[in-house]
T-cell receptor, first 114, second 111 residues
Framework: DSGVTQTPKHLITATGQRVTLRCSPR?????VYWYQQSLDQGLQFLIQ???????AKGNILERFSAQQFPDLHSELNLSSLELGDSALYFC?????????????FGEGSWLTVV | SQQGEEDPQALSIQEGENATMNCSYK?????LQWYRQNSGRGLVHLIL?????REKHSGRLRVTLDTSKKSSSLLITASRAADTASYFC???????????FGKGITLSVRP
């Protein structure tokens, strides 16, 4: 158990819908990362927050947004969903603002868009 | 774009044998991390090795880093069926905060 908690574990939704994925980082970790894993793209970095502020942005679509709340939990919002958004979405956390320390991953949220 | 490229893409060995997996990367790094993923599950952190380190051990795992060749290897000794999983290397280049992952190596350990 990495200490990173993600909900829901599985989600099935229709195209055009909006979903919210939730992440609780490890106790004491200020950095939260979101990654997407799909068969064709592999593991892709989406976005990072550090202590409530956006720190780095990767291949995140404009239809996707994220935020980190004062209690350090984070949410990833996916809207106008398309079939191609079906993937495993990971949240990860770290003590460091940069990538220099170990980054721990949650179990992921499986999103299926039908 | 992929920073880390693992080799081989797939590896099948007998229980008790050693498994060696390689990772090459393109740009200078601050550190390199190895992860394991069981089918459809989360990424489990195995080892972090920093750019000024050459070798690290953790139980049956041994990781080496050769910054002159921009490569790392993960050795699993005395493999077990439970080691069957995908293994990823991920690099931190320091240019931003993210880890860049390779495509992974699928390891099958036959009982």
């Amino acid at each position: 158990d990495s200490g990173v908690t993600q909900t829901p574990k599985h989600l099935i939704t229709a195209t055009g819908q909006r979903v919210t994925l939730r992440c609780s980082p490890r106790s004491g970790d200020l950095s939260v990362y979101w990654y997407q894993q799909s068969l064709d793209q592999g593991l892709q970095f989406l976005i990072q927050y550090y202590n409530g502020e956006e720190r780095a942005k990767g291949n995140i679509l404009e239809r996707f947004s994220a935020q980190q709340f004062p209690d350090l939990h984070s949410e990833l919002n996916l809207s106008s969903l398309e079939l191609g958004d079906s993937a495993l979405y990971f949240c990860a956390s770290s003590t460091s603002r940069t990538g220099r320390n170990t980054i721990y991953f949650g179990e992921g949220s499986w999103l299926t868009v039908v | 774009s992929q920073q880390g490229e693992e080799d081989p893409q797939a590896l099948s060995i007998q229980e008790g044998e050693n498994a060696t997996m390689n990772c090459s990367y393109k740009t200078s790094i601050n550190n390199l991390q190895w992860y394991r993923q069981n089918s459809g599950r989360g990424l489990v952190h195995l080892i972090l090795i920093r750019s000024n380190e050459r070798e690290k051990h953790s139980g049956r795992l041994r990781v080496t880093l050769d910054t002159s060749k921009k490569s790392s290897s993960l050795l699993i000794t005395a493999s077990r069926a439970a080691d069957t999983a995908s293994y990823f290397c991920a690099t931190d280049t320091g240019a931003n905060s993210k880890l860049t992952f390779g495509k992974g190596i699928t390891l099958s350990v036959r009982p």
